[in-house]
Nanobody
Framework: QVQLVESGGGSVQAGGSLRLSCAAS????????MGWFRQAPGKEREFVAA????????EYAVSVKGRFAISRDNAKNTLYLQMNSLKPEDTAVYYC??????????????????WGQGTQVTVSS
């Protein structure tokens, strides 16, 4: 079982930066591909970024590529999302998610078995 707790959300003006963290419990973090997703009001949950078990491979949604960076520290059981050049359309609740150990990265929310409670990011213009 994996428990995930996000932090680092908040309100920022357009062009600003935020760094989200996701603390994971359990012994399988280093074996699990991880992802960030977001959900804006009235919209479906969408993929933001994913990272492989050891961090060698990353994937990004087109809308955030070049502005966001996903990383992980397996020694600290923590996942990160550095968000730069934020735009109002980035406003959403951001969730971290974990896949089954030894699986691969994917952009599909349904492929992730464990989810955090989410953290709100609000970007004003």
């Amino acid at each position: 079982q994996v428990q995930l707790v996000e932090s680092g959300g908040g309100s920022v003006q357009a062009g600003g930066s935020l760094r989200l963290s996701c603390a994971a419990s359990g012994r399988t973090f280093s074996s699990s591909p991880m992802g960030w997703f977001r959900q804006a009001p009235g919209k479906e949950r969408e993929f933001v970024a994913a990272i492989s078990r050891r961090g060698f491979n990353t994937e990004y949604a087109v809308s955030v590529k070049g502005r966001f960076a996903i990383s992980r520290d397996n020694a600290k059981n923590t996942l990160y999302l550095q968000m730069n050049s934020l735009k109002p359309e980035d406003t959403a609740v951001y969730y971290c998610a974990a896949r089954t150990p030894l699986s691969t990265t994917t952009m599909r929310p349904n492929d992730y078995q464990y989810w955090g409670q989410g953290t709100q990011v609000t970007v004003s213009s």
